[in-house]
Structure formats: structure tokens, C-alpha cells
């Protein structure tokens, strides 16, 4: 199988993957948005427990970043939705995460690259950030003291994003992993806030967006 072109137009597609091919999701900004040159690549929560590309916390951050005028692709780990596969405990789903920034940087070659992820995405993007150097990581509730963060590689323009009130994800062991780092992130505790952002998705859009802002670099005329 050999990968499609980057569309022109918000689309869904197959790309060639390690384990077979990859579904993935291609959002433009909407045409009164003024594009900016980067491609961001959105990663979904573990997939073993219902967590897909369309998750709403993961639409949310694709809405967030193309509001900001940039390019977002979001995909399907192997074994979620068309995507072929087995579930790998996130040794194959980093794989995955590879192949998909190779097309997006061959495609896009004058965009810079960020990446984001919930929870399990968190964790898959935050283990590649050493080896894809995104100009940009965006963390939301990484499952810290669930999976192995050791060695992680985070940019300097790291945003993470962490709800108070996390039923899933032990807020008080991703502050006290933080603590653990050399590298820092721009930090956002949202108060009151559950593991999937229930009737908090716009405070997300909004802590997202503030949050990388300082990072854009100019739109494209």
C-alpha cells in the first residue's frame, strides 16, 4: 500500500502502517482562519478501554489547535476502528506514531511538527517527543504511575494540561513525576475537573490555546 497525499481538504484516510494500515483523520482550519505552518498529530487514550481518534477530549484539542490555523491529524492506533493491528501495551503503538509523523513530514515538509495526546496518547507522544523532536508537545492528563515515563524527552515548549479532580489518572503522581524532571512544563491544574473533562471541554479549548500561543509562529498571509 503506498499513502495518499496530504488532501487539500478535511478528510479521512488509510495510511501505511508497521502493522498494516492506519485510519487516520485529516482537520484543516476552516477558510476564514489564516493557516500557520505546522501540522500537529493528535494521539487518543488507551485503546483497550473504548478510546478512539474521535474521543471528545481529542476532538476538542483538534478543534483547539485548527482555530489557531494549524493543520491536525488525528488516527487510530492498530486495533481501533479500520486501523489493523493488535493492542501492543504501547510498544507498537509508538511505531504507529512514527509512521505517521514520517508521512506528515514528508507531506509537509516546510510545517513544523507538533504533537499532543490524552492519557495513553499522553504517555505514546510523550516516550516518541526525544526521537520526533516536536517543536511543540501537549500533554493532557499523562497516566503517570500507570506507565513507564522513565527517560522522556519532552520539548522546552511543553504545555500539560491536568484535571484536579481525575478519577483515572492520580493528579497528585503526575505533579510528583513533574517534580522528578529537569524539563518543566507550562503547567495547567483545572479544578473540579474529571478524567474526560465532563461540562469542561470548553475550559480545555480555552487552556489549550492560551497556553500555546506565545509558540505560533506567524499566520500565512
Not at 500557520?36 to 485503546?47: D, K, N
Not at 505514546?124 to 522513565?150: C, T, Y
Not at 507550562?186 to 473540579?192: E, T
Request: charged residues 20%.
Amino acid at each position: 500500500m503506498s499513502n495518499p497525499p496530504f488532501p487539500a481538504e478535511s478528510a479521512t484516510l488509510m495510511l501505511d502502517g508497521p502493522a498494516g494500515p492506519l485510519e487516520a483523520a485529516v482537520d484543516l482550519p476552516e477558510s476564514e482562519v489564516a493557516p500557520r505552518p505546522i501540522t500537529a498529530i493528535v494521539c487518543h487514550p488507551l485503546s483497550t478501554e473504548g478510546g478512539t481518534m474521535h474521543n471528545k477530549v481529542v476532538t476538542m484539542v483538534a478543534r483547539a489547535l485548527r482555530e489557531l490555523g494549524i493543520a491536525v491529524v488525528r488516527f487510530n492506533f492498530r486495533s481501533v476502528g479500520a486501523s489493523a493491528g493488535s493492542f501492543d501495551h504501547g510498544d507498537g503503538e509508538r511505531e504507529d506514531l512514527r509512521a505517521v509523523a514520517a508521512w506528515v513530514r514528508e507531506q509537509r515538509p516546510h510545517d513544523t511538527l507538533w504533537l499532543a495526546g490524552f492519557s495513553f496518547g499522553a504517555y505514546v507522544s510523550l516516550r516518541m517527543a526525544g526521537e520526533l523532536q516536536p517543536q511543540v508537545l501537549i500533554s493532557i492528563a499523562p497516566p503517570a504511575g500507570r506507565w513507564d515515563f522513565d527517560g522522556v524527552q519532552p520539548p522546552a515548549q511543553w504545555l500539560l494540561v491536568q484535571g484536579d479532580a481525575d478519577e483515572i489518572v492520580d493528579p497528585q503522581a503526575v505533579y510528583d513525576w513533574l517534580e522528578t524532571l529537569d524539563a518543566q512544563p507550562q503547567l495547567v491544574r483545572m479544578p473540579d475537573t474529571s478524567h474526560f473533562f465532563h461540562r469542561k471541554l470548553i475550559d480545555l479549548r480555552g487552556a489549550i490555546q492560551h497556553g500555546v500561543r506565545a509558540w505560533l509562529p506567524e499566520a500565512s498571509a
